[in-house]
């Protein structure tokens, strides 16, 4: 696992701490943000004792769930990835709040994909997608393969070459080379 | 090229707002549905559409969906 927390693209990326439990439930409990994600229960103690069930996972390496913060330490989002084995993992939980930044999904998707492809080294990574969630959707069909559907999610995959084209293009955004 | 085709594929990448109430002064930042999942759909529909890398820079510092134009018009003549 590479060295946390960890500072890229003017970012702050760390696992996240069942002090965190407030500000994930401020996430899961806005009704925009939250609107293509499962259900939350509006408690803090819940919340706080699934942190602390997660760093069990955490611990023994099947699950990693980060938080991202600006340059100030203001807490902007999380993403996870659970599911962890030697060939693959699923990808998911990404939440943000607003940010001035344009560029934040950029940012972290870049944090994420190379998290996923060099430093666990899985060759898969997988993906579930609601299907009333249109812009995700627009987004993974460009980098992921479809794998399925059913009445209410699509899942995807992507597989290392699709990680390279993702790669180029997320860098191209962030550090034009002309 | 013409803005008003690109208005309508600019448009294309909001869901909830219909697409008949976009026009190149549109302020799309000021537009609820604003983020950056959303701009990042607009740099791919670029380059996908016109061959167009647009930068972190571009989109900052554009206002209105005429401005993102203008930038696209003038890098794919270069």
Same mark, same amino acid.
């Given at each position: 696992?590479?060295?946390?927390?960890?500072?890229?693209?003017?970012?702050?990326?760390?696992? %996240?701490?069942?002090?965190?439990?407030?500000?994930?439930?401020?996430?899961?409990?806005?009704? &925009?943000?939250? @609107?293509?994600?499962?259900? #939350? =229960?509006?408690?803090? =103690? %819940?919340?706080?004792?699934? /942190?602390?069930?997660?760093?069990?996972?955490?611990?023994?390496?099947?699950?990693?769930?980060?938080?991202?913060?600006?340059?100030?330490? @203001?807490? /902007?989002?999380?993403? &996870?990835?659970?599911?962890?084995?030697?060939?693959?993992? #699923?990808?998911?939980?990404?939440?943000?709040?607003?940010?001035?930044?344009?560029? /934040?999904?950029?940012? #972290?998707?870049?944090?994420?994909?190379?998290?996923?492809?060099?430093?666990?080294?899985?060759?898969?990574?997988?993906?579930?997608?609601?299907?009333?969630?249109?812009?995700? /959707?627009?987004?993974?069909?460009?980098?992921?393969? &479809?794998?399925?559907?059913?009445?209410?999610?699509?899942?995807?995959?992507?597989? &290392?070459?699709?990680?390279? @084209?993702?790669?180029?293009?997320?860098?191209?955004?962030?550090?034009? #080379?002309? | 090229?013409?803005?008003?085709?690109?208005?309508?594929?600019?448009?294309?990448?909001?869901?909830?707002?219909?697409?008949? +109430?976009?026009?190149? +002064?549109?302020?799309?930042?000021?537009?609820?549905?604003?983020?950056?999942?959303?701009?990042?759909?607009?740099?791919?529909?670029?380059?996908?559409?016109?061959?167009?890398?647009?930068?972190?820079?571009?989109?900052? *510092?554009?206002?209105?969906?005429?401005?993102?134009?203008?930038?696209?018009?003038? *890098?794919?003549? +270069?």
């Amino acid at each position: 696992m590479i060295p946390l927390p960890a500072y890229k693209f003017g970012l702050i990326f760390r696992l %996240v701490e069942p002090g965190d439990a407030g500000f994930i439930l401020s996430l899961r409990t806005n009704a &925009r943000l939250s @609107r293509h994600l499962s259900p #939350t =229960e509006d408690n803090l =103690e %819940v919340q706080r004792k699934w /942190i602390n069930n997660y760093k069990e996972r955490e611990a023994k390496g099947t699950e990693y769930y980060f938080l991202y913060s600006d340059k100030d330490n @203001r807490p /902007i989002g999380v993403f &996870r990835v659970y599911n962890i084995t030697k060939d693959s993992l #699923t990808s998911g939980s990404w939440l943000s709040n607003p940010s001035e930044d344009a560029l /934040i999904a950029a940012k #972290t998707d870049l944090f994420l994909i190379e998290l996923i492809f060099e430093e666990l080294k899985v060759s898969k990574c997988f993906i579930d997608v609601r299907k009333d969630n249109k812009k995700m /959707i627009r987004y993974h069909n460009m980098f992921f393969k &479809r794998l399925a559907e059913d009445e209410q999610n699509i899942y995807f995959f992507m597989d &290392r070459e699709g990680y390279l @084209r993702k790669h180029h293009f997320l860098s191209e955004i962030l550090s034009p #080379t002309k | 090229m013409n803005l008003e085709t690109f208005v309508q594929e600019f448009a294309e990448q909001f869901d909830e707002m219909p697409a008949d +109430s976009f026009s190149g +002064s549109t302020q799309f930042k000021n537009n609820e549905e604003w983020s950056s999942m959303t701009a990042l759909l607009i740099i791919a529909m670029v380059d996908q559409n016109y061959g167009v890398k647009l930068t972190g820079d571009d989109v900052r *510092k554009s206002t209105t969906i005429a401005d993102i134009y203008h930038i696209v018009h003038t *890098k794919a003549m +270069s």
